[in-house]
Structure formats: structure tokens, C-alpha cells
């Protein structure tokens, strides 16, 4: 059996949240003192190798999103995603909640490596009790020197699902109607009030101390080859145990569902997990011995995205969840974009009457088309990802929609 | 210069440049309609997409770079089945009425419908728009029934009219443009200045003055310049069977050094004037404190006759003429030699100090 | 424009705006200057008794009372001079007379002109500052500045200030009066002022009259004629027999207009032509009725000294006729065969004696236009004169310049400081957008606006009725209550012959050079009615 392997969260509950002292005694920020020993290519470099990808829905090499911050950059920021919306995912949150300080201390290495003396953590609107953790332990860094010229500010989102997409994250900041921008330029370019701009999540923030501290040789070591080291995941639904665990990346779904999660609860069966959050592919029994790694999850239309994972017992009715997720996008569509305004809207439309048994075979054509033209045609990974659930839901749950179909 | 493929054919172009730049330069068509080379980059309507050979995903061209060496298709199966999906999906929200629309032969949304073979839309699934067109003001005419939120409006008045009168309110489907809490323009900043009219594709937003007066296939437009203040702004007045029926903008440099098409409320809605009913179509002559009609020739010999006989009895320091700052320079000229060489005198002046 | 427009969007990085609410007079203009306030980083002085548009977006916003222009530029100078930020190898290569002018300005601290102006000393510190370390600084003024008694008192003062400065003869530099008539540049380059012939030359300059007596065929004077206001004032005293007037309208454009109307009555044989029955029409022996712009060709030359196209779009309604062929028509009656094929004949001849316009023809600016001086046909035009601090005259001159008061006081009977100009949706006398049916449905009448201060102390209501009165008459019109104006200060517009504003302005105090009447300060007096 696999077992938790605890990186990010290994002070939690060890250590109390609101003292620095504790997080000092316990080796905090031996971290930051090693990686200011460093020049900054080497740091850069050195998370390169450890070949640390983005805890969030692209995965992308940390080390390298760095190095696109231009080395004779004037100014630049950092940014902390942690706007956490995806429904059932709170993953950052127990993180920052058990250790504020970790974060804090990823940010400060990050900001030695891209030469920054500002960073933001953009805040979930819903989590106010966390911003006020958070503000504490920046003043009790700062009350401590221990982060030097690296100064850390929170600001507070609205609750737009879309601001977690770090390019309309970066127009909040500025205080901007929330929609995303287009790529390129990317944010290491010209992000944050133009500047070069570092944005990861706060998971992938957290892991840096530890990076640093053990070497990229030891991160790279654990978990898959191609995307190492631990993943939180938070387990809702109709699992027997809704925890928050960290495993490494080589653990299969079904372990995770059926070893931590304890299986389905009340001894029902198994139908369908959703993982990554709503815009995550649903994911048939046939699959759960897929790891969780990100491309090993990507190869079955699946994302490892957030992190969430939410199960669905045998009583589930798929496409009324998918309706309901189909309603959700269209609430948090920006309306920036054509195909994600309007085909959001059109696509829930759609659901609805085939909820409602009211759909023809041309009902699902349609939709089956719109899905695929957002996929591609979609600014921002809102759009894209919209049509995910509808999309795996259609290829694995297919019975489910033709029961629903009106007879002809 | 970088070289890229396009459809097959090898194309050269700056570096630095856009797709849809390059796509330009070499010839090649591509749809937009939140595109406009004056304004900020939106990359949100998705008409221009592209594929490229090795990417995952569609691209905007008017805001992907031309990279050396890169694969595009502009009209791949996969690039037009796209562009259909979001013609439709705009077409469930718009107000087809062509036939009574200003904008008819005049609008990239109905040239694009046109030219993908868009006759109905396969996501008219019930919910349409249904916006009031109810904004007093006697200028601007918004009807977002036809609005296709390319946003154009608002960077013009953003970028150009720098008045920032309208944004975008709300989300996703009910995302639309609006004054702050959404009221009348008089009641903005709105400075009338008609700019959003000038970008928009459709027949969103059209001249309450135009209205019903010519369509732009009807009408000739003759460059000219604005007749107001001193700016010297160049402006294209719209004739239709020898009347002025609108104004519309010249963009281009050489048409329009000064603005750009950029124009003031007076330069875009001042010019019915031109057709007033109170136009003098004929000489006067005042008799007995009243005027009478008259010839042209009678009127000329009059006044020739007067002015001779003054300039014979008082000399011509008795006489003076005000040019007039409103006239052309050749007539200005005319005026001031028809002074001082017919008249024999200085006495000259316009108000230019008024 | 010593400059041109296009570099207040991007070249000039400080921006003084004197005595012009360019938004409203100006559009286009005011828009470009926003661009570059808020998009390009330039910094904004506003200068203005008003709060404009302009001035809510500038750096440094002084709202100075008005006709105290001299004493605000002559303390920004003190500041600059006593901060040592003068331009003084540009004084020492290009200028003439700045010692004389200096010593004028010692006496100007900003603490002896906040008095004067009403602007506190550390505003006029800073905007001075500001203007003189930008870099490259551009002066708008319009009739804000030059509706005065001092008018060209005023305008010596802000080129004594460019200078000063160094600010003149670069791109975004320069001193720009921004001309409120779409032609009135194309008016003054043509001659049509009674001192100089075209592109200002001199009639009482014996080479020149020879060189048109020779082109025209005739003797020509050289005595100096008579401007505008001194015609009404000679026609007051029967010494004017004729008026021939095209497409003027004094009846409501001058100052003191009972006085206009009796000067008209006076003399014998009045000739208009115009578009419409103007006021001044109404006073005519005869009318002839001319083409609009829209129904001729020939050119404009704008503020920026750009010669630009117009063009026949449509015919002339009726009979009407252009301007041109009417004169010529009358010219040739009296003797003087006066006739030309088309506009472009006309251009042709006036290049032949325009040195400025004389690499200017019709097919150079078929696709485009061209800035004057534009002496040959390879020439490029000119974007900004003085180029390298080159002066026209060879060294530009400072002027010392000394505050004097405006020509009327306020007193207890007229405690008020009346200003006039211009709304956004109307144009001058009003003839054309009085009748431009959207225009004049969304502004239909004039308004007095008043400081909400004021207005409280007088019982004034917004949108309630008022008489306004000066020394020479009064009006009835709406209040409009508006913090755009400080207490003490009221303003209106004179665009509507129901309420023109000119029956309370004064012709008494002219500006002794330019004679221009001083429309921006009356002394009067708001009652609720």
C-alpha cells in the first residue's frame, strides 16, 4: 500500500500556524538563507532539475517559467495564485491555514531567483479568516527581518471563478474588470502592471523550501520521473473518508480513492470520479488504475489540475451533474470571448433540455460540435476546459444521455 | 524578415509582426471583428483563428506572432467549422433584420454570415436578447440586440475619445456594453463624439441623424474637410441623389492627417445644416424695409452700381469688407483683392479676433 | 501653431493650457492631449477661471481670475528664473532683450501674484517647475488668453515664457494658439487683415505693393486699413458708406451689440452674403446667397498652418452661388474683370504671390496636405517652426510685460466677473448649428452657470431663472449650478441670438495692438427671477 508522503504539509499540525517561532524551530527558512546564498541562475537552474511543474491546471516547469523573467528586468512580482475557486477544492487553503510561513518562504526564494522586491497573494474573496493568518505572518516576518527587501501584500478577490486564470488574477490585481488576456505576452514577460511577472499557486510555492533545502536531486526522486514530488488532494463526494491527503505522484486513483478514501461509503459502487475540479474529465472504474501524475492523467482526457477529487457512487445521475456543471460556467463565463460567452450559455441550454428528455439526437450533434470548437477556439483555459465534463461524460457515460433522449 | 508558411505558400514577413499581419501583407483574407488597427489588441472574437501545424489549440492570429519557421492553415476544415460555431452562436443573439438596418452592406457580421454559409443558426435554443432601445439623446442610436461585443466601442472611446463613457457590464452571456449603472449616455461622459459608431462592425450603434437617409452602398462619399473649428479635421460627407445625408470618418493617414477619423459631436452630427429650409436660394433686395426676391443680375448691377457711386462720392476709404474666417482661402483671397484692387482700399478685416 | 497637433499626443511631455477648454472648442485636439496626459505619461498645467475638463486630469490646476494672465506667467518666470531653471544657452544664442524683461519679473513672486491671480503661490511653484523641467513643454492657449484688454500682452508673455525655457523650435515644444475657426489661419495667410497682403506682407511695404500692383494691374494703397472694431466705430460716426460683409456675423459675434446695430444703421449701403438670413443679413440692402462648404471646392489652412482639401460634395441650393464667383461677378461689374475657371485658377495665382504657399498646388495635396512655409514644390512642409531656436526675425525677442488690471472692475453694483465662450454642441454665432436638428435638440438654449456658492447666496436655483446684467443690458436664461465655475465668477455662452451674450460685453476696452475686445471680463450682476 502506498503512503502519504508529506512535503508541503510537513509541519501541519506539528506546529502552531501563528507562531513563527514554530515554523523556525521546525528548520523554516533554512530554505530562503541557502537559496540567498545562491546567484540567482544557479537557483533558477537548480529548480529547473528538480524538475518542479506547476501545482496547478498547466503544470508548467516552475524553474523555466522563471527564467523568462528577463535577468536585467528593473522591476518585477511575484504572484501567488491563490484564489483557489474550483468547487471542492481546498487544498491551498488547509496549506496556508497549517503554514502560512511556508508560503511566505517560497515566495521570498522565488523573488531572490527573478530579482523581485514585490509579491502578491491574491486571495480567495471566501476565505477572510485566512487573509487575516496570512497578514499576521507576514508582520511576523517582517518583524523578524527575515525577509529582507522582499515585501508580501494580500489582496482579496470578488469571487470570480475566472480570476484564478493568472492573467485576469493580474487584471484584478490592478483593479481591472476580471477577464483574462491573451498569450503572448505571458506574464514572465509583461505581467503585473506590465512588468515581468512570476504567478504560481501557493502548492507550488510551498514546495520550494524544501527544494532548496534538499537538493533537486532528492525532489525529482520522488514520485513520477515526469512530474515528481507529492500532490495534496482533497477527496469529496461520495468516498467513505473526505480527507485531505499528500501523496507522491505515482499513486493510482484507485489507491487514493480506495486506500485513503476508504472506498465508496455506505458499500455502494463505484460510478465515475471527477478529478481537478469541475472542468476536470469524468473518469470511468475501467481507468482508476491510472496514476495521478499529471500527463498520465492527461492521456486519458483526464487533468490533474487542483487536485480535487470527487467521487460518484452507482446512484449518481450523470447528466444532471453535468448540467449543473454546465450551469456553473455559464454563471462564471467572463464573457470576454465568443465561444466561451456564448457557448456557455448555449451549452447549458442545451443540458437542460436534454435533462429535461426533451433533446433529439441533433441536440447532442450540436453540442458534441460546440464542445470541440471551444476546446481549441477559447481564450483562456476557462473556455477550453468548460466542455471537459460534457465532453468525457458523453464518451463514457453515453447510455446515460440515451436513456434521456427523446424517443422518435 | 522571418519566413513563415501560410496555406502552402512561403511567406516573408517583419519580425515582430502578427499572423494576421502577415496574412495581410501576403493576400491572404481573414475574418475579424473585435480586430482594428487603431485600437488596443482584444484577441476575444475568434473569427481570425488559425491553425498551426504542432499546436494544440487554435490561435488568434491578430495577436499570435508570426514565428519563423511555423505551419498555418487559415481555412482548414477544423478553422472553418470554428468560425461557423461562432457565427451561429452569434447569430442566436443577434437581431437579423437586414432589410430595415442601417448598417445593411455595411456590416462585417453580415458579410461573415454571408460568406460562411450562416442561413440559420443551429444554437437558437429559445433565449434571445431583448435590450430596450430607449437611450434619449439625439445622436447616437443603441440598439445591442445587434451588438456582438467585439468591445471596439469601448476601446474607441477608451483609446480615442479617451472619454471611457461605457464599458462591459456583467458576465458571460449577459456580459453587455453599458454606461456606469447603465443609464443614458447623457448622463456619462459621453461627449457624443460618435467614435464608437465609426469601429462598430454592425448596426449596434448608428447616427439618429442618418437615419433612414441612405444606406452606405447608396451614397458617394466625398473627402473633405470639417467646416467647425480650426482643427482642420477631415471628414467624408455621404451624398445620395445630390443631398447630404450623413458624415462618416476617413481613417487613413494620408485622408485624415489630423484625426484619423477621430471627430467631434459637431463634425459627425452638425451637418444637416447643409439642407435647412432656411438655406438662402436667392438674391434679396430690401425695399421699404422689406426684401424681394431677385435676379442674379439684377442684384450684381445693384451692387456694383452703389459701390460705385460711393467710392466715386466718399473715396474709397469709405468702404470696407469683412472676409470672413469660414470661407476658403480662394475665396479669401478674392475678397481681400476684390478690396483692394476693385475698391481701392485696406479696409479688410475678418474676425479673427472674435 | 508654432507646432503641430500630433505632437501633443506623444512629443510633448509637459502641456500648459492657458485660457482654452479645449475638450469643448477643440475636440479632437482635447482628445489627443488626454491620450497623452493619461497614456503617455505627460503632465498637464491648466490654466483657466473655469474647471474644465482638462483641468481635472492636470498635474497642476490654477484657477486664475480672470484677466490676471500676465501676473500667473510672469510669477511661473520668477520661479524659473529665481530656481535657476532657465534655459540660459538658449538666451544667450537665440533671444533678444531677456535683461529688461527679467527685471520686470524680479517683482513677481508667486506670493505678490496669488493676490492677483487667486492662485496660491505653491501651485504656481510647482506648475512652473513642472513646465520648465520636462523636457520638451508645448503652450495651448486659445481665446481664454487673447479676449483681453492685454491680449497680446498675454500672448507675449507665455512666448516669453517658451523662451525662457528653451521651449520652441523642437517637436512637442512651441506656443500653439489654438484657432477657433475652421479657416480663420486660411483668412489671415490670404490677407484678409488690413495691414498685409498674403503671407503677411506688408502693404505699406513699397516692394510688396509693387509686387501685387504689378500682378493685379492696378495702384494699389499703402495706408494701413481699418480693423473690424474701428469699421463699427467709424460706421457709428457715419464714415463708413459701404459694408460689404461674406459670411460674417457681427450682429452677434461683436462686443456691445446695440452699438453694432446702430453702427449698421448708419451706414448707406450694406451688402451680405451668406448661407442663411443671418442677424446681420437682416440689417443688409442687399443678399446674395452663397454655397456652404459643402458645395465647393478650394482649401482650408488650420491651425497648424495645414493647407487641406475641400471639396464639392453636392449642388449650391437654388441659386446660391460661391463666394468667389460672387465677387468676381460684382468686380467685373464695376469695371474690373475679375474671373477665374475654377478655385484651383485661383490657387495658382495666390502661389505665385504666397512665398509661404508657393510649393503648394492642388495635385500635391490631392492625396494628403501640406504645413506652410511650403516654399517650393519639392519642399515637405514645415511640422514646427523656429527649427534649432532659428527665429524668423533672428533672434526671438522677450517683452517686458507688466500686470495691468482688466478694463472693467467688478463694484458693489456688479460684484459678478462675467466670461463668455463656447458650448461642445454649438459653433460661434450659432447659424449652423442652431440648425443642425440634433445639436440644437440637445442643447436648445443658453445657460448661466454659477457656482453652487454663489447660487445659494443669491436663492438660485438649478435649471431656475435668472437675469444676468451688465453695464451695457441684461438676459434672461436658466442657471446651471456648477462647481465648473469658482464663486465670483459666472459664464455663458454666445451662440444664441435669443440670448446673445454679446448685448453685455463691453467694446470699450480693446486690446490696443490687436484690438481685440475684452469678452472674457464684464463686470455683472445675477438676480433670480
Known amino acids: 500500500m502506498i503512503e502519504e508522503k508529506r512535503i508541503v504539509l510537513r509541519n501541519a499540525d506539528l506546529i502552531n500556524p501563528e507562531k513563527i517561532e514554530d515554523y523556525l524551530q521546525a528548520g523554516g527558512y533554512q530554505g530562503l538563507v541557502k537559496a540567498r546564498s545562491m546567484s540567482r541562475p544557479d537557483l533558477i537552474a537548480e529548480i529547473k532539475k528538480s524538475n518542479l511543474r506547476g501545482r496547478g491546471g498547466a503544470a508548467f516547469n516552475c524553474g523555466l517559467k522563471w527564467s523568462f523573467v528577463p535577468a536585467d528586468a528593473q522591476v518585477s512580482y511575484v504572484v501567488c495564485n491563490f484564489d483557489e475557486g474550483e468547487p471542492g477544492t481546498y487544498k491551498d487553503r488547509i496549506i496556508v491555514q497549517k503554514d502560512p510561513q511556508l508560503l511566505l518562504e517560497g515566495m521570498a526564494i522565488c523573488g531572490h531567483a527573478v530579482n523581485s522586491k514585490q509579491g502578491y497573494i491574491y486571495c480567495r474573496g471566501e476565505y477572510p479568516y485566512v487573509v487575516e493568518l496570512l497578514n499576521l505572518a507576514i508582520d511576523q516576518a517582517r518583524g523578524k527581518g527575515i525577509l529582507g527587501d522582499f515585501n508580501i501584500e494580500v489582496r482579496m ?244 444521455y440515451q436513456a434521456r433522449l427523446q424517443i422518435q | 524578415m522571418i519566413s513563415l508558411t501560410i496555406n502552402g505558400k512561403e511567406v516573408q514577413t517583419p519580425q515582430g509582426s502578427t499572423i494576421l499581419e502577415a496574412c495581410q501583407q501576403a493576400g491572404i483574407p481573414i475574418p475579424t471583428l473585435c480586430y482594428d488597427p487603431d485600437l488596443r489588441l482584444a484577441g476575444s472574437c475568434r473569427m481570425c483563428l488559425v491553425e498551426i501545424k504542432g499546436r494544440p489549440l487554435y490561435a488568434a492570429s491578430c495577436v499570435t506572432p508570426a514565428e519563423n519557421g511555423i505551419v498555418v492553415e487559415t481555412e482548414s476544415p477544423g478553422i472553418v467549422a470554428a468560425r461557423k460555431v461562432i457565427l451561429e452562436l452569434l447569430s442566436a443573439r443577434h437581431n437579423f433584420n437586414c432589410q430595415v438596418c442601417e448598417k445593411n452592406g455595411n456590416c462585417k457580421f453580415q458579410d461573415y454570415c454571408y460568406q460562411y454559409g450562416i442561413k440559420e443558426s443551429r444554437y437558437d435554443y429559445g433565449e434571445e436578447t431583448n435590450y430596450p432601445i430607449n437611450d434619449c439623446n439625439p445622436f447616437i442610436e443603441r440598439d445591442y440586440n445587434k451588438c456582438i461585443m467585439c468591445t471596439r466601442c469601448v476601446r474607441a472611446c477608451e483609446e480615442i475619445s479617451i472619454a471611457r463613457a461605457i464599458n462591459v457590464e456583467n458576465r458571460g452571456h449577459h456580459a453587455k456594453i453599458a454606461t456606469a449603472f447603465d443609464g443614458n449616455l447623457a448622463d456619462s461622459p459621453c461627449v457624443f463624439c460618435g467614435q464608437c459608431i465609426m469601429v462598430c462592425p454592425t448596426g449596434a450603434l448608428t447616427s439618429k441623424v442618418s437615419a433612414g437617409l441612405g444606406r452606405a452602398y447608396e451614397v458617394d462619399k466625398v473627402l473633405t474637410t470639417c467646416s467647425y473649428c480650426g482643427t482642420g479635421c477631415t471628414l467624408e460627407l455621404n451624398v445620395k441623389n445630390d443631398c447630404v445625408v450623413g458624415v462618416t470618418s476617413n481613417r487613413t493617414v494620408t485622408g485624415s492627417p489630423v484625426n484619423k477619423g477621430a471627430l467631434c459631436v459637431k463634425g459627425r452630427f452638425g451637418w444637416d445644416f447643409i439642407n435647412s429650409p432656411d438655406r438662402l436660394t436667392t438674391p434679396l433686395i430690401k425695399e421699404n424695409g422689406q426684401f424681394r426676391a431677385a435676379g ?39 475678397a481681400q483683392k476684390f478690396t483692394r484692387a476693385v475698391l481701392g482700399t485696406n479696409n479688410v478685416d475678418h474676425c479673427a479676433r472674435l | 501653431m508654432t507646432n503641430s497637433i500630433g505632437e501633443l499626443e506623444k512629443d510633448a ?99 505678490y501674484a496669488e493676490p492677483i491671480t487667486g492662485v496660491p503661490a505653491e501651485d504656481i511653484r510647482k ?148 448661407i442663411f438670413l443671418s442677424e446681420t443679413a437682416k440689417y443688409a440692402d442687399v443678399v446674395l446667397p452663397s454655397a456652404c462648404f459643402a458645395e465647393k471646392d478650394g482649401t482650408f489652412s488650420n491651425t497648424e498652418r495645414r493647407v487641406q482639401r475641400v471639396r464639392k460634395a453636392v449642388s449650391a441650393p437654388g441659386e446660391a452661388r460661391t463666394d468667389w464667383e460672387i465677387m468676381c461677378e460684382v468686380a467685373t461689374r464695376m469695371g474690373y474683370p475679375m474671373s477665374y475657371e475654377n478655385s484651383e485658377q485661383i490657387f495658382e495665382e495666390i502661389r505665385t504671390l504666397t512665398p509661404s504657399y508657393a510649393g503648394i498646388s492642388y495635385q500635391r495635396i490631392e492625396n494628403g496636405s501640406l504645413q506652410w512655409p511650403c516654399p517650393t514644390e519639392e519642399h515637405p512642409g514645415t511640422p514646427y517652426l523656429h527649427k534649432d531656436g532659428n527665429f524668423s526675425r533672428g533672434l526671438g525677442a522677450f517683452t517686458a510685460i507688466d500686470y495691468i488690471t482688466p478694463g472693467e472692475l467688478s463694484d458693489e453694483k456688479y460684484p459678478l466677473i462675467l466670461t463668455t465662450g463656447r458650448s461642445l454642441f454649438h459653433y460661434h454665432t450659432g447659424t449652423m448649428t442652431r440648425r443642425a436638428s440634433a445639436l440644437n435638440e440637445h442643447v436648445p438654449a443658453a445657460e448661466l452657470e454659477i457656482n453652487p456658492e454663489q447660487a445659494k447666496a443669491l436663492g438660485i436655483a438649478h435649471d431656475g431663472m435668472v437675469r444676468v446684467s451688465t453695464r451695457r443690458g441684461s438676459l434672461e436664461m436658466k442657471a446651471k449650478v456648477t462647481d465648473m465655475v469658482a464663486p465670483g465668477v459666472i459664464f455663458t455662452t454666445f451662440h444664441f441670438a435669443e440670448t446673445p451674450a454679446n448685448l453685455l460685453t463691453s467694446s470699450e476696452f480693446l486690446d490696443p495692438t490687436a484690438k481685440i475686445p475684452e469678452y472674457k471680463v464684464s463686470a455683472a450682476k445675477v438676480e433670480k427671477i
Open chain 1, 157 to 400: 478577490g470578488g469571487g470570480a471563478y475566472v480570476c484564478g486564470e493568472e492573467t485576469a488574477l493580474i487584471e484584478s490585481i490592478e483593479g481591472h474588470r476580471g477577464e483574462p488576456r491573451f498569450k503572448p505576452p505571458f506574464p514572465g514577460v509583461a505581467g503585473l502592471w506590465a512588468q515581468p511577472t512570476v504567478v504560481n499557486n501557493v502548492e507550488t510555492f510551498s514546495n520550494l523550501p524544501s527544494i532548496v533545502l534538499n537538493g533537486a536531486e532528492w525532489f525529482a526522486a520522488i514520485g513520477a520521473p515526469n512530474y515528481p514530488g507529492t500532490k495534496v488532494l482533497t477527496l469529496t463526494g461520495d468516498v467513505a473518508n473526505r480527507v485531505s491527503i499528500e501523496v507522491p505522484t505515482t499513486a493510482t486513483l484507485r489507491e487514493v480513492i480506495y486506500d485513503f478514501g476508504g472506498g465508496i461509503k455506505e458499500g455502494k459502487k463505484f460510478k465515475a470520479v471527477q478529478v481537478g475540479g469541475t472542468s476536470g474529465g469524468f473518469i470511468p472504474e475501467s481507468m482508476l488504475d491510472t496514476p495521478i501524475d499529471f500527463d498520465s492523467m492527461r492521456s486519458i482526457g483526464a487533468t490533474l489540475g487542483t487536485g480535487a477529487v470527487f467521487v460518484m457512487d452507482e446512484t449518481r445521475d450523470i447528466v444532471d451533474i453535468t448540467t449543473r456543471i454546465a450551469k456553473f460556467f455559464e454563471h462564471e463565463s467572463c464573457g470576454k470571448c465568443n465561444p466561451c460567452r456564448e457557448g456557455t450559455f448555449r451549452a447549458y441550454e442545451i443540458m437542460r433540455k436534454i435533462n429535461k428528455g426533451q433533446a433529439s439526437v441533433q441536440d447532442i450533434e450540436n453540442l458534441t460540435l460546440l464542445s470541440q470548437v471551444m476546446e481549441k477556439a477559447c481564450l483562456c483555459g476557462l473556455g477550453q476546459a468548460a466542455p471537459s465534463p460534457i465532453l468525457t461524460t458523453l464518451k463514457h457515460f453515453y447510455p446515460e
Open chain 2, 296 to 334: 442674379w443680375d439684377e442684384a450684381l448691377d445693384l451692387v456694383a452700381k452703389r459701390l460705385g457711386e460711393i467710392k466715386t462720392e466718399f473715396g474709397p476709404d469709405s468702404m470696407a469688407v469683412f472676409t470672413s474666417a469660414r470661407v476658403t482661402n480662394e475665396e479669401n483671397y478674392v
Open chain 3, 13 to 111: 511631455r509637459c502641456i500648459f493650457v492657458i485660457g482654452s477648454n479645449t475638450t469643448e472648442n477643440h475636440p479632437v485636439i482635447g482628445m489627443k492631449i488626454k491620450k497623452n496626459v493619461l497614456y503617455n505619461g505627460a503632465r498637464l498645467i491648466v490654466a483657466d477661471p473655469r474647471r474644465t475638463d482638462l483641468a481635472k486630469i492636470a498635474d497642476v490646476y490654477m484657477p486664475h481670475q480672470p484677466g490676471s494672465d500676465v501676473a500667473l506667467v510672469n510669477a511661473m518666470m520668477n520661479v524659473i528664473i529665481n530656481e535657476g531653471l532657465a534655459n540660459h544657452d538658449f538666451i544667450a544664442q537665440h533671444t533678444e532683450g531677456y535683461e529688461d524683461m527679467a527685471a520686470v519679473i524680479s517683482k513677481f513672486t508667486p506670493e
Open chain 3, 127 to 274: 506648475a512652473a517647475r513642472l513646465y520648465a523641467q520636462s523636457g520638451s513643454a508645448a503652450i495651448c492657449y486659445a481665446m481664454g488668453l487673447t479676449q483681453h484688454r492685454t491680449g497680446t500682452d498675454n500672448v507675449k508673455s507665455v512666448c516669453n515664457l517658451a523662451m525662457l525655457t528653451g521651449n520652441i523650435g523642437r517637436p512637442g515644444t512651441g506656443v500653439d494658439p489654438l484657432r477657433g475657426q475652421n479657416n480663420v489661419q486660411g483668412a489671415c495667410d490670404m490677407g484678409g487683415l488690413p495691414n498685409v497682403f498674403t503671407a503677411y506682407q506688408a502693404v505699406t511695404n513699397d516692394a510688396a505693393r509693387e509686387k501685387f500692383e504689378k500682378a493685379w494691374g492696378v495702384p494699389l494703397s499703402g495706408q494701413n486699413g481699418l480693423v473690424l472694431t474701428d469699421v463699427i466705430n467709424k460706421a457709428h460716426h457715419g464714415e463708413i458708406k459701404a459694408l460689404y460683409v461674406v459670411g460674417e456675423n457681427p450682429l452677434m459675434s461683436d462686443p456691445e451689440l446695440e452699438h453694432v446695430e446702430e453702427a449698421l444703421g448708419k451706414v448707406d449701403f450694406v451688402v451680405v452674403q451668406d
